[in-house]
Every structure is written in C-alpha cells, then in structure tokens.
C-alpha cells in the first residue's frame, strides 16, 4: 500500500494514537488503513456408497501451485456466511452440488495471514466438472489420495484428520471440530515448486 | 474506496476477466482491490470458586455501543492466530490474564461483513482492569448478566450458548462447538441507540 485509497495522498507506517501497532495512515487526510487476515473456506465433498468413501479433489489450474491436488476452497466474500463460501467455493472449482454438514477444521495459517477452514459434506450428486480455476476433478479413495502432490498444508492436515475420525466413526464415534496451528510450508518438506 | 492504493489512480467497480463479481478495478494500472470479511475474536473469561461461577463482562469506552456491555473481543491482526488475538483482546480491553480453552462460538454477522469468534476461557487471577476502550470491567454471575445493555448480538447469543452448556456440563455433558448466523441487529429489537 503506497497511497490512500479515499484521498490518493500517499500513506506512511505510523502508530496511530491509542493503538500499538505501525499502521497505514494518511498523510493528508489521516484516514488509517486497517490490513486483517482472511478466511479460505472449502468443504470435504465425500461420495459413500457399498461400503467405499471417496474424496473429490481438484487439480489447480492456477498459481500457486499450478498442477497440485486441493479440496475445493477459495477465499470468502463479502455479504455471505462461513457455509454459503463453502458451497460456493465448490461449486465454482468442482461444480459439485453438496448438502453442507458440519465445520471440521479452523486451521491457523499465521505466516500467510488466512484462516482455512473446511466443512463435511456429502456430494448429491456425480454431476461434477472443473470449473475455470481447476484442471481436473476427480474422486479418490483413501488408499489413492495424491499425498505428495496436495497443494497446501491446510488440505493434508484437514484429510488427515478426516481419514482419523473415519477410523473412529467405525468404532462408535462420530466427526470432530478441529483446530491447528499450521506452521509448515509444503516446499519446506524437501519438495520443489513445479 | 475512490482510489488505487498502488498508483493513486481512479478505481472503478467493474466485474474482472474470469470473476463474476464487481470488484474496485484501478483503471490505470489494473489492480485489482478485493474486499473480504473480517474476523472479530474474543473470549469468554470465567472465575469458579466455591461452587458459583462468574463471566467477566467489560463496559465499552469506545462507539459503536459505547456504555453497552460486552465480552472481550476485537478484530484479529495479521501475524497472529485466532488464540493469540483472542487472549490479546482479553488482555487489552480487561487487563485480564487468562488461560484459554477451546473454540465454544463461531457466529457469521454477514450483513456487516464480520465473522465473530469467541473461545472458553479460565482467569487465571483476579488482577484485572479496564483498558483503554472499557469504561469498567466487571465479574457477573448468571442471574446478574446485564442482558438488555448487552453491545452485540454475538455476545447476547454466545452467552446464552455458554449458560445453557453449563446446564448439559451439571447433567454429566461437555461444552460444545456452536456456529451460528445472527441476522438481528441490537437496536431492532425496541432498543434505541445511546
């Protein structure tokens, strides 16, 4: 940020009165302007049948991390819930139609300044296709996740925690609502960028 | 938003290449100025002695509801998770030490753009003051909430949330997760403004 966007003055870091932190504020009209963090809402569109679950996962057609598999997710909008930009979201990367369940992960991404957070959800449907953002949709089962080829530490930590809670829900149990930290980056695990 | 906050430049509401919503587009340099919902944390601090619980409320210096009673809670800042902003509000506004515990609230205000967040939360002592956006900070049993000078409908409703769990805790429960949208404001319902 180099300039006001209500005067068009330029701005300068400064601590404005009563706060603790450098801010961007103006250097005509003193108008400050706030930074915060976002949220990337997604969902975990499942489809079970006979038995067999499998996980819809798409293929990025865009930076970062062109070519690397992610659960549906994207950045929330304006004017609409936490579950209205999940379903959106995967409707507009899977154009999958989901029936919503519950929030399953808010995960910290500090580093980045986002909070990721994904829902449970059955797909209604095998109606799916990739949207502009995505290069292939497809279904996987638990033994066939692409593992070392998922986009963000977000979506291997929120499939993990899916597939743990599987294992518990045969036992008697039933879904969690999870929070974590996410300090790790996925290239900083040995792997280079595409 | 008038101008571009990179070049200084006019910025006009059109819908970009591949979007499907307007967004503030510079019409020099082509930036392209996203507006995204803003996360709101906080907490809900308890003091347990002797069987009887109280909830520390604190009484807003500051406008919008200035007067009204609320927990702690503000705007989450880049750099920091949902916990840290959350004890960092608490000890801001309530110069309150606490030891937190799980999410309990996640509650979407989306006609403000705001996503309120509040987490369980033990004082740890009874060292606490009013910062400087609180005229006073006050421990409240149940039967003492000032329920018609609460400042937020998300603080009508996580407490609400937060005594009927003691209730289901009495009976051998736990505290639960809970996601909400809130539609209502404060004032529509009969209350004018201070």
Known sequence: MKFCSECASPVSLSIPAGDNRPRYVCTSCAAIHYQNPKMVLGSI???ERDGELKVLLCKRAIEPRYGYWTLPAGFM????TTAEAAIRETQEEA???IKLGNLFTLLNVARVHQ????????????DFAPGEESLEVQLFSERDIPWSEL?????QTTLELFFADRVKIREGGSYGFHTQDI??????????AK
Do not use: K
């Open 45 to 47: 569109p499942v489809w």
């Open 77 to 80: 909008e304006n004017n609409e």
């Open 95 to 97: 154009g999958a139609n």
């Open 115 to 126: 909070v990721h957070m994904f829902y449970l959800a059955e797909l209604v449907d095998l």
């Open 151 to 155: 986009a963000f530490p977000t979506i």
């Open 183 to 192: 300090n790790r980056t996925m290239r900083a695990e040995g792997e280079e």
